[in-house]
């Protein structure tokens, strides 16, 4: 058999690292929405997943786990239901995903998710803060705009804060730009990569579709169409959908996407690198979307703005108010709950 303790020599021991890990805990808090199950799925799927804990409100959750553990892939699964098992459900966890919380309805902003979802949000972090304070986590539950900022105060009033190992996932921004504009061009999708900065809700959305790779040429009068299409492509599913919940399956694609990424930098991979919603400072507000270096401990570079053009700077401009309202009403949801 393989034997884990090879004894390397100096010519070895840069290609074969015996301490570095390949299996990690994973929580999902949410697990049994629309969202959370096929995202459990696809991260029972990650063969870098061997611990993988369902969490949510819905009491049929252990059912999810139970149904999830059927699958012949090794990692474990467990099922915990109810507020009282949240601790157990991250304890020790090392990446924390979270889609837990109320969807859209047409008509609805994500901003009148705040209501609902901030406490939801509060709630998890708070026990995260003695249950996990040094996982990696991941917030899909709206407003992200907002729910990034009130997870920052949250583990700052514990003095847990490590702003590197939290992120917004706007990952579906980009997944939405890479189809669209690849559809537009001719080229296939899974080429394309298309840089998404900003936030993570309608106008504070900001594709670079100047900075795509492979470049790509959109007619000037097709532009304006296809930055609106990917800023609302949420709520074309919301209405699709017709009152039966937001997007679900891109979400769990790009939420499983983002994951894979996080997890492959804990491992050591170099030139990881995604689009979030983080804790910032490449521009004058504090939370902002941009292209970040992943590594072992989170963040390990904010690449920043970068070059744009001047219709993605004035796009930028328009989203930068709205920007500044969602953090300051995140913000003020923690430190005013004192
Ligand atoms: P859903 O209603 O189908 O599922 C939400 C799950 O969260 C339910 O199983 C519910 O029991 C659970 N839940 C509610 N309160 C909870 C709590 N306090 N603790 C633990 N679990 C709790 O909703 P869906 O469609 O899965 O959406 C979830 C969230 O993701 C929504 O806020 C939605 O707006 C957001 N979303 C974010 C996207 C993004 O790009 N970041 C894209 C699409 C949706």
């Known amino acids: 058999m393989f034997s884990r303790i090879v004894r390397p020599t100096l010519n070895t021991a840069r290609k074969f690292s015996t301490s570095q890990q390949n299996n990690y805990r994973v929580t999902v808090c949410g697990a049994a929405g629309g969202i959370g199950q096929p995202l459990s799925l696809l991260l029972k799927l990650n063969p870098l997943v061997t611990e993988l804990n369902c969490y949510d409100i819905a009491p049929f959750t252990p059912g999810v786990a139970c149904d999830l553990s059927h699958i012949e892939t090794a990692s474990k699964v467990k099922g915990f239901a109810g507020q009282e098992s949240l601790k157990d459900a991250l304890s020790n966890a090392e990446v924390v995903v979270i889609p837990a919380g109320v969807p859209r309805k047409p008509g609805m902003t994500r901003d009148d998710l705040f209501g609902s979802n901030a406490n939801v949000v509060k709630t998890i972090f708070e026990c995260a803060t003695e249950a996990c304070p040094d996982a990696i986590f991941c917030i899909i539950t709206n407003p992200v705009n907002s729910c990034v900022p009130i997870a920052c105060e949250v583990m700052k009033k514990a003095n847990k804060l490590n702003p590197r190992r939290i992120f917004g996932v706007s990952t579906l921004d980009i997944v939405r730009a890479n189809t669209f504009v690849g559809e537009m061009c001719g080229v296939n999708p899974k080429e394309m990569n298309v840089p998404v900065i900003g936030g993570h809700s ?6 670079l579709f100047s900075r795509a790779t492979p470049k790509v040429s959109i007619p000037k009068d097709k532009l304006d169409a296809l930055t609106k299409r990917v800023q609302e492509a949420g709520t074309e599913v919301v209405n699709a959908k017709a009152g039966h919940g937001s997007a679900t399956l891109s979400m769990a694609y790009s939420g499983a996407r983002f994951a894979n990424s996080i997890l492959r930098a804990l491992t050591g991979e170099q030139d990881v690198t995604e689009c979030a919603y983080v804790m910032s400072d490449v521009t004058e507000v504090e939370y902002f979307a941009s292209p970040v270096k992943l590594g072992k401990c989170g963040i390990e570079q904010n690449c920043g703005v970068g070059d744009i ?10 989203a930068m108010e709205q920007l500044k309202k969602d953090i300051k009403k995140g913000i003020e949801f923690v430190q005013k709950g004192d």
């Not at 309608?202 to 594709?207: D, K, L």
């Open 309 to 318: 053009n001047e219709y993605e700077e004035n796009k930028l401009c328009e």
């Open 202 to 207: 309608g106008i504070t959305i900001v594709p």
